[in-house]
């Protein structure tokens, strides 16, 4: 099993910078793909970013690209994503997760074994 929790999120103003984090532990594999996905209220669970632990590819949607970056941690076991440019759609519960079995990068949330708890994030205007 691989456990997942996320952190850092919180309260901020448009335009404003956030950094989740997103915590593997448990089983550990030599490489798969992580994602970041994102939920609004009545709205379904959308992709937002994902990276390769091997190498590093990373891929976004369009929505996100030129202000996140996702990036990995190899020695500390984690994923982050750092959140520039904030606006009020980007008001979401953000979810970490993880899938060894490929490492293709996919926005397919079924193409995910792994997820986290979920981190609030809450842009005001």
């Known amino acids: 099993q691989v456990q997942l929790v996320e952190s850092g999120g919180g309260l901020v103003q448009a335009g404003g910078s956030l950094r989740l984090s997103c915590l593997v532990s448990g089983r550990t594999f030599s490489d798969y793909r992580m994602g970041w996905f994102r939920q609004a209220p009545g709205k379904e669970r959308e992709f937002v970013a994902a990276i390769r632990w091997s190498g590093g590819s990373t891929y976004y949607a369009d929505s996100v690209k030129g202000r996140f970056t996702i990036s990995r941690d190899n020695a500390k076991n984690a994923v982050h994503l750092q959140m520039n440019s904030l606006k009020p759609e980007d008001t979401a519960v953000y979810y970490c997760?993880?899938?060894?079995?490929?490492?293709?990068?996919?926005?397919?949330?079924?193409?995910?074994?792994?997820w986290g708890q979920g981190t609030q994030v809450t842009v005001s205007s």
């Open positions: 997760a993880a899938d060894p079995r490929g490492v293709l990068l996919t926005v397919r949330l079924s193409s995910y074994t792994y």
